[in-house]
């Protein structure tokens, strides 16, 4: 891993993207180590394909996402999604873009990812489609969840 601190955050992302990656292209207790060990293990056969991740600002604050999905039911209209839950979709030069995934489709977390967490089936994760972009060395730390199946 790198010598500065704001490089770890850059590092980590970047591991979960290229296994996320070679499961991809091989269609087939917690930790980010484990978490990325459980996507690249031979013959793991468990069908996982995202280390879902959590990032925090340099005061130690979660940081979340907040995206825009258009719902529409006879009328297009914006609606808000927030979540402190991520899906690294690429990374360069420690630009990152992230899926913002929710459980249940459920757009507002509050405010401490723990009230998002809190009672949630892991399995239950989902996949918004709603992308944005992040400055990995804005970030001092990273806790990954267990790797999941969102595909």
């Known amino acids: 891993m790198g010598s500065t601190s704001n490089e770890c955050v850059c590092e980590v992302v970047e591991a979960i993207a290229d296994a996320q ?4 292209d091989q269609n087939c207790d917690i930790s980010c180590n484990r978490s990325i060990q459980s996507l690249v293990s031979p ?3 468990q069908g996982l ?3 879902p991740f959590m ?5 130690g604050k979660p940081f979340k996402g907040i995206g825009v999905d258009i719902e ?3 009328r297009p209209e914006f609606q808000c999604v927030e979540s402190f839950i991520f899906r690294v979709s690429e990374v360069d030069d420690c630009c990152a873009v992230v899926e913002l995934l929710v459980f249940d489709d459920d757009p507002t977390p ?3 990812p723990c ?3 809190d009672g949630e089936d892991v399995e239950d994760l989902e996949r918004t489609g709603i992308c944005i972009t992040v400055d990995l060395t804005c970030f001092c730390a990273i806790t990954c969840l ?3 199946s969102v595909l």
Do not use: C, I, M
């Not at 990656?21 to 991809?24: A, K, P, R, Y």
């Open 21 to 24: 990656d070679d499961v991809l």
């Open 72 to 74: 529409n039911n006879g």
């Open 49 to 51: 394909d995202t280390v």
């Open 110 to 112: 509050g405010d401490d």
């Open 146 to 148: 267990p790797a999941v």
């Open 55 to 59: 990032l925090f600002d340099k005061k």
């Open 115 to 117: 009230e998002q967490l």
């Open 43 to 45: 013959g793991s056969g």
